[in-house]
């Protein structure tokens, strides 16, 4: 896709110690949406970046011809794509949760800048999701701009609470359109065991996974003080 802008990364001679801390959390670099989707895919589908097309199976040839680039290895992309679960069933997405689907993803949220500082009352919400997660095969993305808080989220406005919902209802309706059917209940248990085994069996017991409480309310209750 030859039209889409390049991101907005700092040059090597501006790119000091701050840089290395803060753009891990997306401060000093910019990306479009398709740009994030890609990345997104390129994670948990085994680690190739391939380039974005809107020309359907174009994908096969396009790895043919300018060669799919590795950026993580096998082993990585299957621990993140456990990870992203674990973000939609036991983290700051439980909003994008659907039942026979088996979302993973990532949330954002940024400050926007006003004048020429960070504002602490507008900012960007998003989520990024995958699905399903053990297999992933579509990505889905929703941005919100300078979202507010209502009752239903208690007031925040952040990616979990305002994009991650966007997502979750955007799976259910288009899953069914793809052919995708939804994993039966007696197979999902089994089937997201099989997704956590590259965390390893230490980080999986001490997850408690069978927990019922809910602890994202005192994340973000944490976070707003």
């Not at 790895?63 to 950026?71: D, F, I, L, S, T």
């Amino acid at each position: 896709m030859p039209e889409v802008g390049a991101p907005i990364v700092p040059s090597i001679h501006s790119w000091g110690e701050t840089t290395t801390m803060t753009v891990a959390f997306g401060h000093g670099i910019a990306v479009n949406a398709v740009q994030l989707c890609a990345a997104a895919a390129s994670i948990v589908n085994g680690g190739l970046l391939v380039k974005p097309t809107l020309i359907k199976g174009a994908n096969d040839k396009n790895m043919q011809e300018n060669g799919a680039v590795r950026v993580v290895s096998e082993k990585t992309s299957a621990q993140m794509r456990a990870l992203m679960r674990l973000v939609v069933k036991h983290g700051t997405a439980k909003q994008a949760e659907v039942n026979g689907y088996m979302v993973g993803g990532k949330t954002g949220t940024a400050d926007k800048i006003t004048g020429k500082r960070y504002s602490e009352n507008a900012r960007m919400s998003s989520f990024v999701g995958v699905f399903p997660a053990h297999a992933p095969r579509y990505v889905v993305f929703a941005l919100l701009d300078d979202p507010k808080g209502n009752a239903k989220t208690y007031g925040f406005a952040t990616g979990g609470w305002t994009a991650a919902p966007v997502v979750g209802k955007v799976v259910s309706q288009i899953g069914p359109l793809l052919n995708l059917p939804p994993i039966e209940a007696d197979v999902m248990a089994a089937t997201e065991r099989q997704l956590l085994r590259p965390l390893g069996s230490d980080v999986i017991e001490s997850l408690n996974l069978n927990k019922e409480t809910d602890d994202y309310a005192a994340v973000e209750s944490n976070r707003a003080h």
